[in-house]
């Protein structure tokens, strides 16, 4: 059992009562469950001598848990502040086994079969899969940069990086933690506001997966169902390209998750990103929106925008997916090219967050304050289609 002191460096008053120092702790939470270490039974002593010295005993999860340090620095500093405090001990020891059985069960709120939250009627958590015919258009750059936008925006968020073969999202959102595994629920690290869990968070170092289609459904099954993901406002899901064993899991799985298609301006892209998008006719999903990445390079030098790619991709995937569902399906917004985009994507800087008034950073703000509007509910909300060349 680890043990650290801490001095307040102020000189002492009344001795601090027992029911000060606890409501102290009522405001640590978990660095990774995001509640108070007092309601997740993890205080198991508080002790105050007469010169005011406290010493706390916090239980960690696991052993070896990697967030020690922070809990420790919290405690600390919010126990410090009582009046009368005048030196801080903390000590940490583990859960037993049945401690973490009932953490977890609490975490459930008593239940103890493992369910699908978001597949629950009366969930209030809206699902977004993002979806893309082809690979190469930018599919986990926008969902990465549109959670971290939404997030900053005030909703709690979570994303799951589906693209099981191709997982990129941990290092484009900055996300180097690793889940802290509580019993059989794994607590997923956060970045940039957003909880995150991915398949690269379980694998050695660029280790490739080499699975089929039963063990991808399980993967995407444990990530919705094992991890704790708390009372998110949206959960975006980060799907491999084309319309294969994901997409089919994530309509059986979650049948209430809406699809959000990417592509960009040139024909082959929009041809396949339009069958990406029709799936949703055999799965009885909704569409909500198509998002246009790449949509033309504004010049350095000039007010010209270059068309790159082409133009009108993001508009014939709309068209087409409105005549093949019978229901509107708006082009949410248009994507230029911006080097910062990338940049932010090897860096884990989100460029929504790290530019957000830059012509990429700009357009995927206002993309993300749609799906925001959403997602609390309002009404009047236009999801209208995106002038051309309107960054």
């Not at 620095?73 to 009046?83: D, I, L, S, W």
């Not at 301006?265 to 929009?270: E, K, M, S």
């Not at 995937?317 to 917004?333: F, H, K, N, W």
């Amino acid at each position: 059992m680890a043990t650290t002191t801490y001095g307040s460096g102020t000189a002492p008053t009344a001795t601090p009562t027992d029911e000060a120092v606890r409501a102290a702790l009522g405001t640590v939470n978990d660095p990774e469950i995001h509640k108070p270490i007092t309601d997740l039974g993890m205080v198991k002593s508080v002790d105050i001598a007469e010169d005011g010295t406290v010493a706390v005993t916090v239980y960690l999860t696991v052993s070896g848990c990697p967030m020690r340090d922070t809990i420790t620095e919290r405690v600390q500093t919010a126990v410090a502040a009582v009046p009368g405090v005048t030196a801080v001990r903390v000590a940490l020891d583990v859960m037993s086994d049945e401690q973490r059985r009932e953490l977890a069960a609490t975490l459930r709120g008593g239940q103890a079969e493992k369910e699908i939250p978001f597949a629950q009627p009366g969930s209030l958590t809206r699902v977004y899969a993002v979806a893309s015919g082809k690979g190469g258009v930018g599919k986990s750059s926008v969902t990465v940069n549109l959670a971290a936008a939404m997030a900053a925006d005030g909703l709690k968020v979570g994303v799951v990086d589906a693209d099981i073969y191709g997982h990129s999202v941990p290092r484009m959102l900055g996300a180097e933690g690793r889940p802290t595994q509580v019993e059989n629920m794994i607590m997923p690290p956060s970045a940039n506001g957003v909880k995150v869990i991915s398949i690269g968070m379980f694998t050695p170092g660029n280790a490739p997966v080499v699975w089929r289609g039963p063990m991808l459904h399980r993967a995407l099954q444990q990530f919705l169902a094992d991890v704790y993901w708390g009372d998110l406002d949206v959960l975006l899901l980060d799907l491999p390209p084309g319309t294969g064993d994901i997409a089919i899991s994530v309509a059986q799985l979650v049948p209430g998750a809406e699809i959000l298609v990417v592509t960009t301006p040139q024909q082959a892209a929009a041809e396949v990103a339009e069958r990406a998008g029709s799936i949703a006719v055999q799965t009885h999903q909704k569409i909500v929106g198509v998002v246009e990445n790449m949509s033309g390079m504004p010049c350095p030098h000039c007010d010209e925008i270059v068309d790159v790619f082409g133009t009108g991709g993001g508009d014939r995937v709309a068209e087409g997916l409105t005549r093949t569902t019978g229901a509107t399906v708006p082009v949410l917004g248009r994507i230029p090219i911006d080097v910062r985009l990338r940049e932010g994507g090897d860096d884990g800087r989100p460029v929504a967050l790290a530019h957000p008034e830059s012509p990429a950073g700009s357009a995927l703000r206002g993309i993300a304050s749609k799906l925001t509007s959403r997602a609390r509910g309002l009404s009047g909300m236009s999801l209208g289609i995106t002038p051309r060349n309107k960054f």
